[in-house]
């Protein structure tokens, strides 16, 4: 596998990194972050596109599945609050070797952090191993995803793979200070000129799962960053009209879960990809 961060990490959801005075920084022990490199997805618009797509010479670093786990050991040792594997569809073979080695010894939850593009046999394959599932559900509309991430059956896939990954998991569960423990949490980013979309997504979830059953995060925080494949419509960030429109549907639909601040828009949560916490 190759790797490009494996640190703690403050800018997930409060029940996954903490909340923190300073905003979640200095002294908060955080998601112990493990970010790697490539993606199923070719994603126009990726704030992680420095590795992603191999920007910049950003190439990474190679670890085995017995260096994993060991990274993952070290990090619940540090004072993580979880395992947080992000964009690890493509080395699911190596990270469930990974993951047979160092679950009996983890006490803190696996967190799988994907772009929703998966296959139902490679959820099945982490049954287990994986405590809670945190997948995205980028977009409804198949051209929309052909057009922006080279993917038009994505709907169809991620669709299937977050109902198998609720069939594993079960209703979500906290511990007593408020961390998530095992379930399923969605995230969905709002995309400029595309609220319909994110409307229907939506509505798919609160006809699919019920209230209380998972949690929802809707993101605000699409910022242009000139990678938008010389799709102009990406050149502008979210209203706040398409945002709230996208909230107030899902609190009007019983919804729970996270909506972004609008200062978020703009600020970057991406960290630096400098193969930090990767010595074994």
Known sequence: MKAARAAMHYWEEPCISGVHPSGGKDGERGSGTIFFCGCPLGCVFCQNHDISAGKRGIEGKTVTPSQLADIMLRLEGEGAYNINLVTPTQYAPQIRKALEYAKPRLSVPVIWNTGGYELTETVDSLAGLVDVWLPDI???????????????????????????????????????????????????????????????????????????????????????????????????????????????????????????????????????????????
């Open 138 to 280: 980028k977009y409804m509309s198949p051209e929309i995803s052909r057009r922006y991430s080279r993917a038009a059956d994505y709907f169809d896939y991620a669709s299937k793979a977050v109902k198998r990954m609720f069939g594993l998991c079960g209703p979500i569960s906290f511990d007593g200070g408020g961390m998530v423990r095992s379930g399923l949490i969605i995230r969905h980013m709002v995309m400029p000129s595309h609220r319909r979309d994110s409307e229907d997504i939506i509505r798919w979830i609160a006809d699919n799962f019920d209230p209380g059953d998972i949690r929802v995060s809707i993101m605000s925080q699409y910022t242009p960053t000139g990678n938008n494949g010389g799709f102009f419509e990406l050149d502008r960030r979210v209203t706040s009209f398409e945002y709230e429109s996208v909230t107030s549907l899902a609190a009007d639909l019983g919804i729970i879960g996270w909506a972004q601040e609008r200062t978020s828009v703009g600020e970057s949560f991406v960290p630096a990809f400098d193969n930090t916490g990767l010595d074994v």
